[in-house]
Nanobody
Framework: QVQLVESGGGLVQPGGSLRLSCAAS????????MSWYRQAPGKERELVAA????????NYADSVKGRFTISRDNAKATAYLQMNSLKPEDTAVYYC????????????WGQGTQVTVSS
């Protein structure tokens, strides 16, 4: 059974940091590209950061460049999102996503973790 379990969300003051984790199971993690998305109330889900299966290519949304860092540990089947210099506009539910190919395109989502940036 495929599972993506996010953790690390919470309430943080502006300027603070959080580290999100996404623990994967049930598929060959090292063969999948991993991404973090977020969705704020009343807004569409948006891509925050993405990393290829071996970590060779990384992309960020302009709004988080220089503040967020995506990484992965294929040995632990876990993806991370380090978030620094957090702003109130970063408040959203953050979702982990895995994309790959196995007898067809596979697209898996986690349940999401709430990040609230507020004083």
């Amino acid at each position: 059974q495929v599972q993506l379990v996010e953790s690390g969300g919470g309430l943080v003051q502006p300027g603070g940091s959080l580290r999100l984790s996404c623990a994967a199971s049930g598929f060959t993690f090292s063969s999948y590209a991993m991404s973090w998305y977020r969705q704020a109330p009343g807004k569409e889900r948006e891509l925050v950061a993405a990393i290829t299966s071996a970590g060779g290519i990384i992309n960020y949304a302009d709004s988080v460049k220089g503040r967020f860092t995506i990484s992965r540990d294929n040995a632990k089947a876990t993806a991370y999102l380090q978030m620094n210099s957090l702003k109130p506009e970063d408040t959203a539910v953050y979702y982990c996503n895995a994309k790959g190919y196995y007898f067809g395109i596979k697209d898996y989502w986690g349940q999401g973790t709430q990040v609230t940036v507020s004083s």
